[in-house]
T-cell receptor
Framework: EDKVVQSPLSLVVHEGDTVTLNCSYEVTNFRSLLWYKQEKKAPTFLFMLTSSGIEKKSGRLSSILDKKELFSILNITATQTGDSAVYLCAVEDSNYQLIWGAGTKLIIKP | SAVISQKPSRDICQRGTSLTIQCQVDSQVTMMFWYRQQPGQSLTLIATANQGSEATYESGFVIDKFPISRPNLTFSTLTVSNMSPEDSSIYLC?????????FGPGTRLTVL
C-alpha cells in the first residue's frame, strides 16, 4: 500500500533557528513529490520535485529529493514566527493520485 | 486518523455536461471541505460542507455551479455543473479529525 510518512509530527523552535522537515514515501509509481504550507484552510504550494538531487530554493526555504532512498527534506533557515504552520508533503503517482503525509506542525517561538 | 477515498479518480468530460465526485471517509467527521487545485498550484477552497446544513461557499464559487451534498457524517458529493475547459482541475476532498486535516487522493478532471 502506498504511503507517505512525515517526521517529526510537531516541532517547536525559536526564531532564527534552522529546521529540517522530513518526508519519506513508498509509492509504487512515483511521479512527483510536493510540499505545501498550510496556515489556514487552503494549503499553499511550495515546491514540486521530480528529479533526484536537484535542490529547489525559494528564499529561506529549500527542498531536495532523493529518489534512491525515497525521501525528501524541506529546510527553513533563519526561521520567523510567520513560518509557523503545518507543512504537508504529498506524492503524486502516475495516475495523478495524491498520497498525503500527516503533516508536520511547526511552531516558531519569538 | 481518517482515510479518504474519492470516485472517480479521473475523468474526461465534454463541455456542458456535469460530473459528480464522491468522497467517502472511514470515520464520522463533522467538517468536510472541497478544494480545487491546478497542477503545481496552491489549493483553492471551494466550500465547507457540514452534515445537516447547507454548504458554505467561498468567494468566487456558487451553489448552482458546484452543488454539494452531505447526507451523513461519512460521505459528501461535489457536482461540477455545466462544465467548461476552465473547470479542468484536480478536485480534492478533505476532512478535519481532531486537530488534523486529512486530504483525499483527488479527482483529476479534464473538460474538452
Amino acid at each position: 500500500e502506498d504511503k507517505v510518512v512525515q517526521s517529526p509530527l510537531s516541532l517547536v523552535v525559536h526564531e532564527g533557528d534552522t529546521v529540517t522537515l522530513n518526508c519519506s514515501y513508498e509509492v509504487t509509481n512515483f511521479r512527483s513529490l510536493l510540499w505545501y504550507k498550510q496556515e489556514k484552510k487552503a494549503p499553499t504550494f511550495l515546491f514540486m520535485l521530480t528529479s533526484s538531487g536537484i535542490e529547489k530554493k525559494s528564499g529561506r526555504l529549500s527542498s531536495i529529493l532523493d529518489k534512491k532512498e525515497l525521501f525528501s527534506i524541506l529546510n527553513i533557515t533563519a526561521t520567523q514566527t510567520g513560518d509557523s504552520a503545518v507543512y504537508l508533503c504529498a506524492v503524486e503517482d502516475s495516475n495523478y493520485q495524491l498520497i498525503w503525509g500527516a503533516g508536520t506542525k511547526l511552531i516558531i517561538k519569538p | 486518523s481518517a482515510v479518504i477515498s474519492q470516485k472517480p479518480s479521473r475523468d474526461i468530460c465534454q463541455r456542458g455536461t456535469s460530473l459528480t465526485i464522491q468522497c467517502q471517509v472511514d470515520s464520522q467527521v463533522t467538517m468536510m471541505f472541497w478544494y480545487r487545485q491546478q497542477p503545481g498550484q496552491s489549493l483553492t477552497l471551494i466550500a465547507t460542507a457540514n452534515q445537516g446544513s447547507e454548504a458554505t461557499y467561498e468567494s468566487g464559487f456558487v451553489i448552482d455551479k458546484f452543488p454539494i451534498s452531505r447526507p451523513n457524517l461519512t460521505f459528501s458529493t461535489l457536482t461540477v455543473s455545466n462544465m467548461s475547459p476552465e473547470d479542468s482541475s484536480i478536485y480534492l476532498c478533505s476532512v478535519e479529525s481532531g486537530d488534523t486535516q486529512y486530504f483525499g487522493p483527488g479527482t483529476r478532471l479534464t473538460v474538452l
